[in-house]
């Protein structure tokens, strides 16, 4: 399968909201996903099929001050394993280049390997943990960064 990532679109909000309800616990709204969307301090893109079209991922990330936070990324749960989250954070690392920022940060709960091992692959290293972080079932969150060092964009350092 060939993967287009590309910025998001309103039109875009329907399939982000299915895969959201089937990736996470506490799904986000349709109203934060639309304040994302318009925020100029966001970048909201999406991993599309080249064929067909269809959504298969998407990520928001914002800046805050000096650095770049992940909000959301996910795949969906049927095309899981196939590069789709690399391609889209590496994606955000192109976008983002040169822009002298601090880097990149993210929480993510302490018991998703498979998340944590990718973003460790992609320069990610953690920093510390907020307890009691994820309100579905206070799950603790770890948090990671990533330097923004020019010679590291889209390649682990």
């Given at each position: 399968m060939s993967v287009e990532v590309r910025?998001?679109?309103?039109?875009?909000l329907g399939a982000v909201e299915t895969i959201e309800g089937r990736s996470y616990p506490t799904p986000w709204s349709r109203s934060m996903f639309a304040g994302e969307l318009a925020k100029p301090s966001s970048i909201c893109v999406g991993a599309f099929?080249?064929?067909?079209?269809?959504?298969?991922?998407?990520?928001?990330?914002?800046?805050?001050?000096?650095?770049?936070?992940v909000m959301n990324v996910a795949v969906d749960p049927d095309e899981r394993r196939q590069g789709i989250a690399t391609a889209l954070l590496r994606r955000l690392f192109e976008l983002t280049a040169g822009q002298d920022r601090r880097g990149y940060t993210l929480e993510v709960r302490v018991s998703n390997a498979a998340?944590?091992?990718?973003?460790?692959r992609l320069g990610f290293r953690s920093r510390g943990v907020r307890p009691?972080?994820?309100?579905?079932?206070?799950?603790?969150?770890?948090?990671?960064?990533?330097?923004?060092?020019?010679?590291?964009?889209?390649?682990p350092p």
């Open positions: 910025p998001l679109t309103g039109r875009d099929d080249s064929e067909t079209g269809r959504l298969l991922g998407y990520l928001i990330i914002s800046r805050y001050v000096d650095a770049w936070h998340a944590i091992r990718l973003y460790e009691g972080y994820y309100t579905d079932n206070r799950e603790d969150a770890l948090i990671m960064w990533r330097d923004a060092a020019p010679e590291a964009v889209g390649d």
